[in-house]
């Protein structure tokens, strides 16, 4: 029976680069930063993002969402510190989401929980 995510591997081209990204501007905390395996999540979180590099990472959509409190308060506190969205903050009848691009570009959901 599956009962959770354990982890999304999300590629990137810097991986060091990419954690103090996730880690600094999202506020996600490190969980494991040796080699290949890094990982990342929100305080108390079971399941963990894995930041893989890869030389030519492919563009577009994660899949990945990450949940937040205050969809339009988060909104305002991550573009304050310049990260690009793609979508501000909408609902499109099936409920209210944002999406931000990352520094390679890979697109993540912000979804009220």
């Not at 995510?5 to 999202?26: C, G, N, P, R």
């Not at 395996?37 to 890869?54: D, F, N």
């Not at 009848?93 to 890979?106: C, I, S, T, V």
């Amino acid at each position: 029976m599956i009962t959770g995510i354990i982890d999304v591997a999300i590629v990137v081209t810097d991986a060091k680069k990419s954690l103090k990204w996730y880690t600094e501007v999202l506020g996600l905390e490190p969980r494991d930063t040796k080699g290949h395996w890094i990982t990342v999540a929100p305080k108390g979180s079971k399941t963990v993002l894995h930041i893989c590099e890869s030389e030519e990472p492919e563009k577009g959509n994660t899949g990945i969402a990450l949940g937040t409190k205050n969809l339009d308060e988060t909104y305002r506190e991550l573009k304050s510190k310049g990260v690009k969205f793609i979508h501000p903050p909408k609902d499109e009848g099936w409920g209210p989401f944002a999406q931000l691009e990352d520094p390679d570009g890979n697109i993540i959901w912000l979804n009220p929980e």
